[in-house]
């Protein structure tokens, strides 16, 4: 087995791989050996990977089973793989920052992310830390929003999706299927038993159980401190890069700084969630 090489990016998050082959099927200690540099550095990156969708969907599935998102795009053939494709994305919704799909019940475990087609100049994508955003919380705000849950809806992100033409689905029906859920704004991380920060602007409306006015002041508090730079990592995406992020503990930004066309293609993972 060859021996993987693993380098942090940052103090607070990201790593980049190399010394692995993802379109192989990997041993499971080479599994092991990056599902460990997941939960020690929350998103990892690896270059020069000219995966398949079906190499794509297997190496998913080696870290869980696949799980299928709710907002399929136009571009897409199967439901397991989202095919993002923007040339023009400011204000399209990956330019906020978000965690992925937290409107479901249980919100999937991890994404992976290949970038297939790029722009010559922009279109990093911003990787954040919400282990680092509880944690920079002062101790009376901690144990402020510890308690708390907050209302997540799949109603922005469906009309931004729909307002851009990335997308065939009506929001009325979408909205029957997936109603607004509650997750709390503190999560544990069922594997690593961290606390991280759970609430995020594309998806999340409300705090439950305060008034309006306590609302108005605490919950944009809370996604404005997720922006912080300490918390931050950013990946210049080249041809056949591929990020793998823990949905749980991460939030990501797309920086919408170009005007042609980008196609990625991601591959969303099931597992514990965090509660």
Same mark, same amino acid.
Request: proline content about 8%; overall charge negative.
């Given at each position: /087995?060859?021996?993987?090489?693993?380098?942090?990016?940052?103090?607070?998050?990201?790593?980049?791989?190399?010394?692995? %082959?993802?379109?192989?099927?990997?041993?499971?200690?080479?599994?092991?050996?990056?599902?460990?540099?997941?939960?020690?550095?929350?998103?990892?990156?690896?270059?020069?990977?000219? +995966?398949? %969708?079906?190499?794509?969907?297997?190496?998913?599935?080696?870290?869980?089973?696949?799980?299928?998102?709710?907002?399929?795009?136009? $571009?897409?053939?199967?439901?397991?793989?989202?095919?993002?494709?923007?040339?023009?994305?400011?204000?399209?919704?990956?330019?906020?920052?978000?965690?992925?799909?937290?409107? /479901?019940?249980?919100?999937?475990?991890?994404?992976?992310?290949?970038?297939?087609?790029?722009?010559?100049?922009?279109?990093?994508?911003?990787?954040?830390?919400? $282990?680092?955003?509880?944690?920079?919380?002062?101790?009376?705000?901690?144990?402020?929003?510890?308690?708390?849950?907050?209302?997540?809806?799949?109603?922005?992100?469906? !009309?931004?999706?729909?307002?851009?033409?990335?997308?065939?689905?009506?929001?009325?029906?979408?909205? !029957?299927?997936?109603?607004?859920?509650?997750?709390?704004?503190?999560?544990?991380?069922?594997?690593?038993?961290?606390?991280?920060?759970?609430?995020?602007?594309?998806?999340?409306?409300?705090?439950?159980?305060?008034?309006?006015?306590?609302?108005?002041? +605490?919950?944009?508090?809370?996604?404005?401190?997720?922006?912080?730079?300490?918390?931050?990592?950013?990946?210049?995406?080249?041809?056949?890069?591929?990020?793998?992020?823990?949905?749980?503990?991460?939030?990501?930004?797309?920086?919408?700084?170009?005007?042609?066309?980008?196609?990625?293609?991601?591959?969303?993972?099931?597992?514990?969630?965090?509660?």
């Amino acid at each position: /087995m060859a021996t993987i090489e693993v380098r942090p990016l940052t103090a607070a998050i990201g790593a980049e791989v190399s010394g692995v %082959d993802l379109r192989q099927d990997l041993p499971d200690a080479t599994v092991a050996a990056i599902r460990q540099a997941l939960l020690e550095h929350l998103v990892v990156f690896f270059r020069d990977q000219a +995966l398949s %969708d079906e190499e794509h969907l297997a190496l998913a599935q080696r870290f869980g089973p696949l799980s299928v998102p709710p907002l399929a795009t136009r $571009y897409q053939d199967r439901p397991t793989v989202t095919v993002l494709d923007q040339v023009s994305p400011k204000g399209e919704g990956a330019d906020e920052w978000h965690s992925d799909n937290t409107f /479901m019940p249980n919100p999937p475990m991890g994404s992976i992310l290949r970038a297939v087609h790029l722009p010559p100049v922009g279109g990093d994508t911003c990787f954040a830390s919400m $282990y680092a955003a509880y944690e920079t919380l002062s101790p009376p705000v901690r144990s402020l929003v510890e308690g708390l849950s907050a209302v997540h809806d799949i109603t922005k992100p469906m !009309q931004k999706a729909i307002a851009a033409g990335h997308t065939d689905l009506e929001l009325t029906e979408m909205q !029957q299927r997936w109603p607004p859920v509650e997750h709390p704004v503190v999560a544990t991380h069922p594997e690593t038993g961290r606390k991280a920060l759970f609430v995020n602007r594309n998806s999340t409306t409300r705090l439950v159980g305060v008034s309006e006015r306590e609302n108005d002041v +605490l919950l944009p508090f809370l996604l404005d401190h997720v922006r912080s730079p300490e918390f931050q990592c950013r990946f210049h995406w080249e041809t056949d890069s591929l990020a793998f992020w823990d949905n749980r503990c991460v939030q990501h930004y797309a920086v919408a700084d170009y005007v042609e066309r980008r196609v990625m293609r991601r591959v969303t993972v099931d597992g514990p969630s965090a509660g």
